[in-house]
């Protein structure tokens, strides 16, 4: 007997039905999710200036210049600036503070990124004396 050519309405065959049925229960799912790869974390409302207390506005922490070598500077100047890296080493450099300073905030191309919107004119003041006092350790 010859199947019938002409299909029911609504029809999905059974092949189908096992690649739709995961499909869309993962879409229910992340949509339930808030998101693909949410973990469902809420960040706390940011802070108002009348929320923030008095001494986080009026002082600014100084910069720790050690911390800084061994976190952002360390990863091309190396033993905090005492060896070359993929940077040059710092400690016993021949350049002037100034020009300390505008590489500081206008980088290098190709070689280091500007820092100009990153530290205050004190912060590089405190970055060229820690540069300036380097010992070998």
Excluded at 3 to 22: C, D, E, M, V, Y
Excluded at 126 to 135: G, N, V
């Amino acid at each position: 007997m010859r199947r019938n050519a002409t299909r029911r309405s609504g029809f999905i065959p059974t092949h189908l039905k096992h690649l739709l049925i995961p499909l869309v229960w993962l879409t229910a799912a992340a949509a339930s999710a808030q998101g693909p790869m949410s973990s469902g974390y809420k960040a706390p409302a940011p802070q108002t200036a009348e929320q923030v207390p008095p001494s986080a506005k009026d002082a600014k922490a100084p910069l720790d210049v050690n911390k800084l070598f061994a976190s952002t500077c360390g990863w091309c100047h190396s033993n905090g600036g005492r060896s070359p890296g993929k940077g040059p080493q710092l400690m016993g450099t021949t350049l002037t503070d100034a020009e300390i300073a505008n590489r500081i905030k206008n980088g290098k191309p190709g070689q280091m990124p500007s820092f100009a919107g990153t530290f205050s004119d004190d912060d590089i003041k405190a970055i060229i004396r820690y540069i300036r006092e380097l010992k070998e350790s």
